[in-house]
């Protein structure tokens, strides 16, 4: 595989962000009901223009991305057909790097991605009940 590319999103890339995100979903989220799909699927376009937006291309393609605020990294999506190819670990690798991430929010059902975050040296500091988010922070 050749070396990967990590560059700024842009807005023209929302669409694109958008087929990314529900292809990440629908392989990692299993724990989503159809409803809860729709509620994010219809948010998350809201957020893009609010973070700092990473992605990782295959020619005109994006693979995967990731929004940061801050110290937060608050989403992180590798399509479908892209996962195990290095880019999700590549996309935090520089965020840890680069942006000095030291924070994300993830459901707490999603054991892979907390087991991916944990990894990294991130380790669980805090839960919430209400929303099943834990807060994982990397020391």
């Not at 999103?9 to 929302?14: F, H, I, P, Q």
């Not at 670990?89 to 680069?98: F, I």
Request: net charge positive.
């Amino acid at each position: 595989m050749s070396e990967i590319n990590i560059q700024k999103g842009e807005n023209a890339d929302y669409s694109q962000l958008m087929v990314v995100w529900e292809s990440s979903v629908k392989a990692t989220h299993y724990f989503l009901k159809p409803e809860d799909f729709e509620f994010y699927k219809k948010r998350i376009p809201d957020y893009f223009p609010n973070v700092d937006l990473y992605v990782i291309r295959s020619g005109k393609t994006i693979n995967a991305f990731m929004g940061v605020l801050g110290d937060n990294l608050e989403m992180l999506f590798v399509s479908a057909e892209s996962r195990g190819k290095g880019y999700g670990k590549s996309l935090l690798r520089y965020a840890l790097d680069n942006i000095n991430v030291k924070k994300v929010d993830v459901n707490e059902k999603n054991i892979q991605a907390i087991g991916f975050y944990e990894r990294f040296g991130f380790k669980v500091i805090d839960r919430s009940e209400k929303v099943q988010w834990v807060r994982i922070i990397r020391f």
